[in-house]
């Protein structure tokens, strides 16, 4: 089984590909959301995140640029492809890491949801992420 923390740069984009980035240095904690925020702007019933140092994530502004959307007014905001539409980003103000969308990522091997969030939010017709956060030793 690979180490769900191995260190590398991945890259990804959009369905059309205007947006495109890297992200580099120590994934940490790829998850599910079900918060109504996720379900509305991911149209679906939830979203699979995992952060990454912000020192590390590049993206170049190609053919057009990448847009924001605060979901919560001056604390978080989303981004996405102005073009396609599809939802890249989750970036708190001030943050020192930056949530990628796992099915941003070209290859996301090795990240495995280990929870869910909002778990009171999600469908009931889904089966849930179980909870395989390990503890620190
Ligand atoms: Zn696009
Ligand atoms: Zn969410």
Request: net charge negative.
């Amino acid at each position: 089984m690979s180490t769900p923390c191995e260190e590398t740069t991945r890259s990804g984009g959009c369905l059309c590909r205007q947006i495109q980035f890297t992200v580099s240095g120590e994934p940490d904690y790829p998850h599910t959301c079900s918060c109504p925020h996720c379900q509305k702007l991911g149209g679906g019933p939830m979203m699979s995140w995992v952060s990454f140092p912000l020192e590390g994530f590049v993206c170049p502004e190609k053919r057009g640029e990448l847009a924001w959307y605060y979901t919560f007014e001056g604390e978080t905001k989303r981004g996405f492809c102005p073009r396609c539409g599809s939802q890249l980003f989750a970036l708190d103000d001030g943050a020192t890491s930056i949530g990628v969308s796992l099915s941003a990522l070209d290859d996301a091997s090795g990240l495995a949801p280990v929870n869910q969030s909002f778990r009171g939010d999600a469908v009931c017709w889904l089966p849930q992420v179980p909870d395989s956060r390990q503890v620190a030793a």
